[in-house]
């Protein structure tokens, strides 16, 4: 059976107080609709946006929620960007969840972060702050490009 775009919208609810389309069908356990498509298990929202654009994604590309409601297929509510536009989103919309020092499985304190940011600029290898800090040296890495703590360091944050 080919799948079209009918398909996935009499498998939905619209709320008509957020004009969402809901997927009733199979979601996961975040609440995302899954859906087989072209012989894979996709998101219903990344389906929905390739069939109306006619394109298909790569590995990079994200489809996001305006409404920032998971079972949400509704065209209207969905925006084209990347992993990065996906958390500048998020944490604009205040919807950080186990953050930093919030995270249970933080290893690392906000003062060590910027104690190791501090200490790196002043010349310290990344090597020898992860060894003394008990962390990988991918961990601090990742802290000085910006890809962890940085709502900690404003490292690559907009």
């Not at 590995?59 to 209207?76: G, T």
């Amino acid at each position: 059976m080919n799948l079209n775009l009918n398909d996935l919208y009499k498998r939905a609810d619209l709320n008509l107080i957020s004009g969402c389309l809901e997927w009733t069908g199979f979601r996961d356990p975040a609440g995302y609709s899954r859906v087989s498509f072209k012989g894979r298990l996709e998101y219903g929202h990344r389906v929905v946006w390739m069939m109306v654009h006619e394109t298909v994604l790569t590995s990079d590309e994200e489809v996001l929620h305006k409404c920032d409601n998971p079972p949400c297929i509704n065209i209207d509510h969905l925006f084209l960007g990347t992993q990065h536009d996906n958390l500048v989103d998020m944490v604009r919309k205040e919807r950080r969840f186990y953050v930093g020092e919030d995270n249970p499985h933080a290893i690392l304190t906000e003062s060590i972060v910027l104690e190791i940011v501090k200490r790196n600029t002043e010349g310290e290898s990344g090597r020898s702050l992860a060894h003394e800090f008990g962390v990988h040296k991918s961990t601090v890495y990742d802290i000085l490009k910006g890809r962890r703590w940085s709502h900690t360091t404003g490292i690559g944050m907009p």
